[in-house]
């Protein structure tokens, strides 16, 4: 998978090393870096499948920008592990191992990844995806520390709030205060 995916990435004209530690620090995540490759494409890491073998990996990567939708799934003996699917713009639906809550801020990441990445490269976001900002508004900021306050960031104004983030944005757009 690491073949794949640092090939992937330079066919992109990017270096894995570098995303991942750019993203990173914006994101305040070491693990699990989301990899925003173009304005449409960024590559969300998330447990997929489990272990065949000590050490086999389980990661997979899923276009935050395909992800139109997450249901739970009923566990039965087949599906002791898998926690929710993703349902994909292609008719696809893929399994993730976590549970809705956390695929649900792996993808917010993703997102904020990809506005962050969008704004850099000076072009407009062309994301369908599942989590819009009116989505990860929504989202509780207890339970997402810091991502709140970069939610907060990415809808920034000129009037300053006074919420407990200290996010400088307006008092009308800041769910967090």
């Given at each position: 998978?690491?073949?794949?995916?640092?090939?992937?990435?330079?066919?992109?004209?990017?270096?894995?090393?570098?995303?991942?530690?750019?993203y990173g620090h914006y994101l305040g995540s070491r693990q699990s870096t989301p990899l925003p490759l173009k304005a449409n494409l960024v590559l969300v890491p998330l447990k997929m499948r489990s272990p065949l073998i000590e050490n086999d990996s389980v990661?997979?990567?899923?276009?935050?920008?395909?992800?139109?939708?997450?249901?739970?799934v009923q566990t039965t003996e087949e599906t002791k592990t898998v926690k929710c699917m993703l349902q994909l713009s292609g008719g696809l639906a893929v399994p993730s191992y976590y549970s809705i809550?956390?695929?649900?801020?792996r993808l917010l990441m993703g997102r904020l990844a990809l506005d962050r990445f969008c704004r850099l490269q000076g072009i407009d976001a062309n994301c369908g995806a599942l989590l819009t900002?009116?989505?990860?508004?929504?989202?509780?900021?207890?339970?997402?520390?810091t991502i709140g306050k970069l939610v907060c960031e990415l809808m920034s104004e000129k009037e300053v709030c006074t919420c407990k983030t200290g996010c400088n944005n307006t008092e009308r757009d800041c769910r967090w205060s």
């Open positions: 998978m690491q073949t794949i995916l640092k090939r992937t990435v330079d066919y992109y004209g990017g270096s894995l090393i570098a995303l991942r530690r750019n990661t997979g990567f899923v276009n935050a920008c395909s992800v139109i939708g997450l249901d739970s809550a956390r695929t649900e801020k900002r009116e989505r990860s508004s929504q989202l509780n900021y207890e339970a997402y520390g």
